[in-house]
Nanobody
Framework: QVQLEESGGGLVQPGTSLRLSCAASGSISSLYAMGWYRQPPGKQRDLVAS???????NYADSVKGRFTISRDNAKNTVYLQMNSLKPEDTAVYFC?????????WGQGTQVTVSS
């Protein structure tokens, strides 16, 4: 079972950037498409970005053009570069496979965008 650990969140002002990292304890190389999810307070967890094993990316409309997902299979790490952050991006961010069955969810990393 792969263990996931997200990091890089924080409290930032609107319009600024953050880079999230997701480190996997096991190999995520070549086999799995990965995704970044977010869960705003009181709402469900939704997929916002995904990347295939070959590097093809997809984004939710709400983040398209602002967020970039990438992966380093050698480091078993997935990244989410978030630019032009908005208050509505405030959420706990998680990574996992982009389809069921999911690995155990990590603790996530809190992103708060506020002036």
């Amino acid at each position: 079972q792969v263990q996931l650990e997200e990091s890089g969140g924080g409290l930032v002002q609107p319009g600024t950037s953050l880079r999230l990292s997701c480190a996997a304890s096991g190999s995520i190389s070549s086999l799995y498409a990965m995704g970044w999810y977010r869960q705003p307070p009181g709402k469900q967890r939704d997929l916002v970005a995904s990347i295939s094993s070959g590097g093809t990316t997809n984004y939710a409309d709400s983040v398209k053009g602002r967020f970039t997902i990438s992966r380093d299979n050698a480091k078993n790490t997935v990244y989410l570069q978030m630019n032009s952050l908005k208050p509505e991006d405030t959420a706990v961010y998680f990574c996992n496979k982009n389809t069921w069955p999911y690995w155990n969810w990590g603790q996530g990393t809190q992103v708060t965008v506020s002036s």
